[in-house]
């Protein structure tokens, strides 16, 4: 079954401790991205990435870090989490230039 | 910059026709998607438009129109499970494919 897949579906964590919050897919899209959800602003891509190699700034990169070291693999790290980074978190994932993107079920992430 | 304006809420009778509007403002423009979104999900992809007019899936259609920065998102013979959120985005080509969401409308469907 085409998917993406995000691990953990939800985590508590202080402020400081570092996470990473893996996401994979297996539909062999080179378009992969980041985005955070908060009530009233909806969807603001965190980071993206066009290939392998290669990642980019969103609207609100600080805080996090991203890696893209194979095609299927976008892990988010967050190195010293903090409270405002308490959110929904969405992976998603598309063909090069396409703007059909297929979203993961979510990480809900408390920073306490 | 870059910025996509579309009704926080809109609310309609189950069986009638919805339509839900997003303006544009961004200095590449590729096109216009939408996606649906139900409480405690994750967004699933709509439609997409790259050039003017309307494209017809189902019950939903999706219009756009390039010179007046505006799409819609038309829903008819609403059904009680349309009640979700619904997004518009677009590819910003200016600032190398990101992509930038509007903030969502609410789309509430009574009985």
């Known amino acids: 079954e085409a998917q993406v897949t995000q691990n953990p579906r939800y985590l508590i964590t202080v402020t400081g401790k570092k996470l990473t919050v893996t996401c994979s897919q297996n539909m062999n899209h080179e378009y992969m991205s980041w985005y955070r959800q908060d009530p009233g602003l909806g969807l603001r891509q965190i980071y993206y990435s066009m290939n392998v190699e290669v990642t980019d700034k969103g609207d609100v990169p600080e805080g996090y870090k991203v890696s893209r070291k194979e095609k299927r693999n976008f892990p988010l790290i967050l190195e010293s989490p903090s409270p405002n980074q308490t959110s929904l978190y969405f992976c998603?994932?598309?063909?090069?230039?396409?703007?059909?993107?297929?979203f993961g079920p979510g990480t809900r992430l408390t920073v306490t | 910059g870059q910025s996509l304006e579309q009704p926080s809420e809109v609310t309609a009778v189950e069986g009638a026709i919805v339509q839900i509007n997003c303006t544009y403002q961004?200095?590449?423009?590729?096109?216009l998607s939408w996606y649906q979104q139900h409480d405690g999900g994750a967004p699933t992809f709509l439609s997409y438009?790259?050039?003017?007019g309307l494209e017809e899936t189902g019950r939903f259609s999706s219009f756009l129109s390039r010179s007046d920065s505006y799409g819609y998102l038309l829903l008819q013979e609403l059904q009680m499970k349309d009640s979700a959120s619904y997004f518009c985005a677009v590819r910003d080509l200016s600032r190398d494919d990101k992509i930038i969401f509007g903030k969502g409308t609410r789309l509430h469907i009574l009985p």
């Open positions: 961004t200095s590449g423009f590729y096109g």
């Open positions: 998603a994932s598309s063909p090069r230039r396409s703007d059909e993107q297929y």
């Open positions: 438009n790259a050039l003017d």
